[in-house]
């Protein structure tokens, strides 16, 4: 049974990171928003949890405080292990990027994000399970229709209605609203899977991130192949620690192991001194895909726009999308609040229809770089001359590690940071 069809200026569906800061940036522009959240908070969401300096930029933008008395766990650096080196490098800190990283999992940071957009004047309604749009009769989105889930997230059996003129579809990898406008995945994009879990462990206020650049598979021969991708330990300030691993599809054998399985092993060899152990794993092992290049296209189209996982904004080179998310939520708000200033229909339409060209600007190129990247690491031979001739190098992995997270300084800077900034800009987006 339908109840009453309630109107706002802008629909945003998915209260994740980009869903959230889209929401709360259309609310400081004076937009009437309702940010639609199939689950009820607090909800869980696979990630790593680490946020680089690109991801605290975006929280400062967004005026989000972060001190440690509520749980945000800073972090200086990166310390990465593989090929026999252990090195430390920190966040290398310029005037666009902070020097420090932080950690939060998922289950608060999103609610906090949430609660954030509610304060700044969102309207935000848990338990709407978005299940298609409404089209006007130029096949353009002016609304969705939401199962009411109820607290065990069970449908209830009602439905709801919400109509807007701009819907901004934030619902993730699958993005059920996407596929209902006819926007497929793109196949000639990277993917990657990770998997992870929470550990306790004594270690848990390490100042660095950790990643290992050496992940094995083991074929029905014996044989070990390493695999395009790396493991992490993200402590987080509070007893435990996020552990998982990312692996991307550019490897010949995806598909053809178990992720989960390869953890365990990988765990089961972690020095002592963390204490990770199936004793103190405190959580399943648990999966998710992460969508990379903007494999979901057009950005926008007919009243639609793709904010995060939904566009497929996930970073080639570090599997991070939680700072790509809240960017994209920040141009996007700004262009649909401009749009919606604007004095007829055809006017809106033509600001609206900016946006893919203005994500491109800002991610395309650099994305394309990272789909390259992926492409060469995908081949075990590279990859293994990269362990082996790259991380003896502490003046390479700086520069990687710049690379990686995306932290050139915008612009000036050293000559590395005007070296990739002209690598990104001379890279043609697609």
């Known amino acids: 049974m339908s109840e009453q069809v309630e109107t706002a200026d802008v629909i945003v569906v998915g209260a994740g990171p980009g869903g959230s800061a889209t929401a709360a940036y259309l609310a400081q522009h004076g937009l009437d928003v309702l940010l639609l959240e199939k689950a009820t908070f607090p909800r869980d969401k696979i990630c790593g949890d680490g946020l680089t300096p690109r991801a605290v930029r975006e929280l400062i933008n967004l005026g989000v405080p972060t001190r440690p008395e509520d749980g945000w766990h800073r ?105 209902a406008m006819d926007r497929p995945k793109r196949d000639d994009r990277p993917m990657g899977v990770a998997v992870r879990s929470y550990f306790s462990t004594p270690r848990h206020d390490d100042g660095y991130l950790e990643s290992w650049l050496e992940l094995w598979t083991q074929d029905e021969a014996g044989a070990r192949h390493l695999m395009p991708g790396y493991g992490w330990i993200f402590p987080l300030g509070d007893g435990t620690a996020n552990v998982g691993l990312g692996i991307l599809d550019t490897f010949k054998d995806f598909g053809n192991f178990d992720s989960r399985e390869v953890m365990r092993r990988w765990v089961a060899e972690m020095p002592e001194d963390w204490g990770f152990s199936e004793e103190t794993r405190l959580a399943p092992i648990r999966g998710a895909a992460l969508p990379m290049c903007f494999n979901r296209q057009p950005l ?39 749009a919606l200033a604007r004095a007829t229909p055809g006017e809106t339409e033509a600001v609206l229809r900016s946006y893919p060209k203005v994500m491109k600007d800002a991610l395309g190129g650099y994305f394309m770089l990272g789909k390259q990247f992926a492409t060469l690491i995908g081949h075990p031979e590279v990859m293994r001359l990269a362990v082996r001739y790259g991380l003896p190098r502490k003046a390479l992995m700086r520069l990687l590690i710049k690379i990686m997270a995306n932290l050139p300084q915008e612009r000036g800077g050293r000559l590395d940071d005007r070296v990739i900034n002209a690598l990104s800009r001379m890279t043609p987006a697609a």
């Open 300 to 338: 926008y189209d007919r009243g639609l726009l793709l904010v995060g996982d939904a566009g497929g904004m996930v970073n080639p080179f570090n599997g991070e999308g939680i700072a790509e998310a809240m960017e994209a939520g920040r141009y996007g708000a700004e262009i649909i609040a401009s």
């Open 75 to 179: 972090t200086r650096g990166l310390r990465i292990v593989g090929g026999g080196v252990r090195m430390e490098l920190d966040w290398p800190g310029n005037e666009t990027f902070p020097p420090f990283g932080l950690v939060r999992t998922r289950m608060d940071l999103d609610e906090t994000l949430a609660r954030h957009a509610e304060r700044r004047g969102a309207r935000l309604l848990q338990g709407m399970n978005v299940s298609g749009p409404i089209l006007d009769h130029r096949d353009h989105i002016v609304g969705v229709t939401a199962k009411v889930m109820g607290p065990n997230g069970r449908a209830t059996g009602a439905t709801r209605e919400f109509r807007a003129r701009v819907v901004v579809a934030a619902d993730g990898n699958s993005s059920r609203l996407s596929l």
